[in-house]
């Protein structure tokens, strides 16, 4: 366990977490590097036997030195955007090893990507198709391209992330699919490399992974019945992870699955997986300001907000939260809110914990994913730090910010200051 108690205090593998607070102070993450290349392997050590690649999506995670991690681990990366191109690249990517998903790429993203030479691009829709074979062919190459399909099923979760039905913005209905095909397969500066699907994160059941995946041999089929052999399939992220008492398959199982019907076929299997590389691998760690009693209800006033960690307001997500000094005597229920002035500003809510004073400090667990990703400056909050355990030593692998970066680019022009 890469979070665990030792002598009655929570440590991040060797170090003590009250350590890292004291020295950086609170709100900030906390990433251990052994949990990292633990969930990178589970995948590449599935995936490797089959001649498959791990394209890490980036964005559950993006920090330089994660990436770096998980790159070294032998994975390559899953973008959607330039930013993350960019990112992915300072951290030493393998371009070889980067699909490129997303319904709005602009031709600057497009043109950058055919320049670093990344392995393809999951196209979205025909127009986007007609715009990357323009960009290609100014840049005079040949783009490499797989065409994203929506199969049409119901991944049971929440649904703001469930991504793969027909009525979602992403992707092109399997039936349709065909004619885009064709029309790529004719297309000069279009290369008709694999197939592409995402339907949905957090999915702790195989049997959605399994119905898409049959849909998608199947299309696989009738295009090589059109003359059309693809080399790739790939089947998304989405594999959950455990938040409170889910019990999700492992990478081995979903590839044993289907990894037979791919070999048949000659595709080789991508998979995107953030969340359950990164997920467990992180936590928050944020201190009680106050401890405020009201006639109904008793609040945990804590330095991290909704800016900091923005799934339990956004999606009502659960995170377990823990005490960093071990607690068994005392139970309260209480809710952990942040400094916001809004109402949604809370981390948890009518929680079982122990009783705390102002000045503890609390973990919010698996929060690796989704997490500093999804920050922001909301109330001129600066983002906080986030740090990185190797064992017994920790490493700032990302500073906290300051008030002048929070203004930074800001301009009052001249005709305000009359
Ligand atoms: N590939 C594509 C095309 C995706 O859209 C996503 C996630 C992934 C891979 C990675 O999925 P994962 O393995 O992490 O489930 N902010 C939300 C999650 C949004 C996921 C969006 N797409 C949350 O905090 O739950």
């Avoid at 089947?235 to 008492?245: D, E, L, M, P, Q």
């Amino acid at each position: 366990m890469a979070f665990s108690y030792k002598n009655g205090e929570l440590h991040c593998e060797d170090v003590p977490v009250k350590e890292i607070a004291e020295k950086i102070g609170t709100p900030f993450y906390l990433y251990s590097y052994s949990e990292l290349k633990k969930g990178v392997s589970a995948y590449t050590k599935a995936l490797n036997a089959t001649g498959g690649i791990v394209c890490y999506a980036v964005k559950a995670n993006s920090n330089l030195a994660v990436l770096r991690a998980i790159f070294k681990e032998g994975a390559g990366a899953d973008i959607v955007s330039g930013g993350e191109l960019f990112r992915a690249l300072r951290a030493g990517v393998d371009p070889k090893k980067v699909v490129f998903a997303g319904v709005g790429k602009t031709e600057k993203e497009m043109a950058y990507a055919l320049r670093a030479g990344i392995l393809m691009f999951n196209v979205e829709s025909e127009e986007e198709l007609e715009v990357l074979n323009e960009v290609a062919k100014s840049e005079g190459k040949k783009a490499p391209i797989a065409i994203r399909v929506n199969p049409d099923v119901d991944p049971q979760t929440h649904p703001y992330i469930s991504t793969g039905l027909k009525e979602s913005k992403f992707g092109i209905d399997i039936e349709e699919s065909i004619k885009v095909y064709e029309k790529a397969n004719n297309m000069e500066n279009i290369e008709v490399l694999g197939v592409h699907c995402h339907i949905g994160s957090q999915i702790t059941s195989i049997s959605p992974f399994v119905d898409a995946a049959q849909r998608v041999f199947a299309l696989i089929d009738r295009l090589k019945e059109a003359g059309i052999t693809l080399k790739f399939m790939d089947i998304g992220g989405g594999i959950g992870i455990t938040y409170k008492n889910e019990t999700p398959p492992s990478p081995e199982e979903l590839v044993n699955a289907i990894k037979d019907e791919c070999a048949r076929r000659g595709v080789k299997l991508i998979m995107e997986p953030g969340r359950s590389i990164v997920g467990n691998a992180g936590i928050f760690v944020t201190k009680i300001l106050y401890v405020k009693k009201k006639a109904e209800k008793t609040f945990y006033i804590v330095d991290g907000a909704m800016n900091d960690l923005a799934r339990p307001a956004l999606y009502n997500a659960y995170h377990e939260i823990k005490p960093v000094r071990e607690h068994t005597t005392g139970r309260i229920v209480a809710d952990v809110v942040g400094p916001i002035c809004e109402t949604g500003d809370f981390l948890a809510r009518k929680r079982e914990l122990p009783l705390l004073k102002r000045g503890e400090l609390l973990a919010v667990m698996s929060a690796g994913a989704y997490g500093f990703t999804m920050s922001s400056n909301y109330n001129s909050r600066p983002r906080v730090p986030e740090v990185m355990v190797n064992r017994d030593q920790w490493f700032v692998v990302r500073e906290r910010e300051s008030y002048e970066d929070l203004v930074r680019g800001e301009k009052i022009p001249e005709f305000l200051m009359e």
